[in-house]
T-cell receptor, first 114, second 111 residues
Framework: NAGVTQTPKFRILKIGQSMTLQCTQD?????MYWYRQDPGMGLKLIYY???????DKGEVPNGYNVSRSTTEDFPLRLELAAPSQTSVYFC?????????????FGQGTRLTVV | GQNIDQPTEMTATEGAIVQINCTYQ??????LFWYQQHAGEAPTFLSY????GLEEKGRFSSFLSRSKGYSYLLLKELQMKDSASYLC????????????FGKGTRLSVIA
């Protein structure tokens, strides 16, 4: 079991470029999440999905898009990168059963937009 | 909006006990989680409370008072490896809603 795998680990983008942050989980979890974490701040929810084909906006969705075509994959797309999107991005997943189940996090993608 | 407050930083001595507080004002409540996050790493799950009282797990314990909107994480016999950020998070609504996180408390353990 690899858990939640994120790629790449680090990336530098120029303003206006686009990229996709990949997230894959092998635990057959229905729920998946994308968070961003800025220095000294907590995790802020960007988008989430409760199953294949279903996505919902979180607290800070502007500038991002997601898709969920399979249970395993939940990629995050940045179309026109801006310096404000410099952050550490975490993908997480959890099983559907019960509100007490914890989320499992990937190792994060550290993105710098210059 | 949802509001979750934690102290920004704390310092404690190796071998001592430290209590990290978390207060929350949310539109609903369906459980409170504590996560540990070492610098440059992913958050990892520590504890979960949904009913009032104390949950103990080894050196770590977590307490919840729903009427006061208050929780704490208690770390005993502190070790240097406990230096990390501790994140308090609330599940506001039903089981399929995402967690809302506080800003985290950075704990430094000194010799």
């Amino acid at each position: 079991n690899a858990g939640v795998t994120q790629t790449p680990k680090f990336r530098i983008l120029k303003i206006g470029q686009s990229m996709t942050l990949q997230c894959t989980q092998d635990m057959n979890h229905n729920y998946m999440y994308w968070y961003r974490q800025d220095p000294g701040m907590g995790l802020k929810l960007i988008y989430y999905s409760v199953g294949a084909g279903i996505t919902d906006k979180g607290e800070v969705p502007n500038g991002y898009n997601v898709s969920r075509s399979t249970t395993e994959d939940f990629p995050l797309r940045l179309e026109l990168a801006a310096p404000s999107q410099t952050s550490v991005y975490f993908c997480a997943s959890r099983p559907q059963t019960g509100g007490n189940t914890e989320a499992f996090f990937g190792q994060g993608t550290r993105l710098t937009v210059v | 909006g949802q509001n979750i407050d934690q102290p920004t930083e704390m310092t404690a001595t190796e071998g001592a006990i430290v209590q990290i507080n978390c207060t929350y004002q949310t539109s609903g409540f369906n459980g409170l989680f504590w996560y540990q996050q070492h610098a440059g790493e992913a958050p990892t799950f520590l504890s979960y409370n949904v009913l009032d009282g104390l949950e103990e797990k080894g050196r770590f314990s977590s307490f919840l008072s729903r009427s006061k909107g208050y929780s704490y994480l208690l770390l005993k016999e502190l070790q240097m490896k406990d230096s990390a950020s501790y994140l308090c998070a609330v599940r506001v609504l039903s089981g399929n809603t995402p967690l809302v996180f506080g800003k985290g408390t950075r704990l430094s353990v000194i010799a």
